[in-house]
């Protein structure tokens, strides 16, 4: 996971809990900084989720929603460019895979790490008003995902969506078929 969703990990806990709650979490680290730029095993961000959940007295299906919605804020702040070029939710939409797969690369670039990058979202069907991906990662957060992009979808842009999940990873399937269609 990059450092830069650990950051942001980080500063949702501080909304949640205060900054009483980020320390106790860096404390149980060690002080652990994390870097934008790097990428970390996905077991350590799947630690500091379930510490932050803990900390923050959250069950992790409700801090993944949550945390979505706080990241689609952030995310919106941090790359304004994305949301500057793409005049639709839909639009930005469509370059999520991408922007999902090269980014750690790009803010690796002249780092130590080494990754060759995989789509982990992949765009199934784009037409009319419905867009579905396929969804498949290691930390099985399609739940993050969903909340964030509707959080961005309705607040960013302004437009009504409605997401739903029609198999999921977490109960077994192949990986998660999320379905965006705009109202």
Request: aromatic share 12%; net charge negative; with cysteine.
């Amino acid at each position: 996971m990059m450092g830069l969703i650990c950051n942001f990990l980080m500063d949702y806990a501080e909304q949640v809990g205060g900054e009483k709650s980020r320390k106790i979490v860096l404390e149980c680290l060690g002080d652990k900084t994390y870097h934008d730029g790097h990428i970390y095993p996905e077991s350590e961000f799947q630690e500091l989720f379930n510490l932050v959940c803990e900390v923050c007295g959250q069950r992790r299906a409700h801090a993944e929603e949550l945390f979505g919605h706080f990241s689609a804020r952030a995310v919106s702040e941090k790359f304004t460019g994305y949301f500057d070029r793409s005049k639709t939710a839909r639009e930005l939409f469509r370059i999520v895979p991408s922007i999902h797969t090269q980014y750690p690369v790009i803010a690796a670039y002249g780092d130590s790490v080494n990754i060759f990058p995989t789509s982990k979202i992949i765009i199934l069907k784009d037409e009319d008003d419905e867009m579905i991906y396929a969804y498949r990662s290691s930390n099985k957060m399609c739940k993050f995902l969903m909340a964030m992009a509707k959080r961005v979808s309705e607040t960013c842009y302004q437009e009504k969506i409605d997401i739903q999940e029609t198999q999921c990873t977490q109960n077994g399937a192949e990986f998660c078929r999320i379905i965006m269609r705009w109202k």
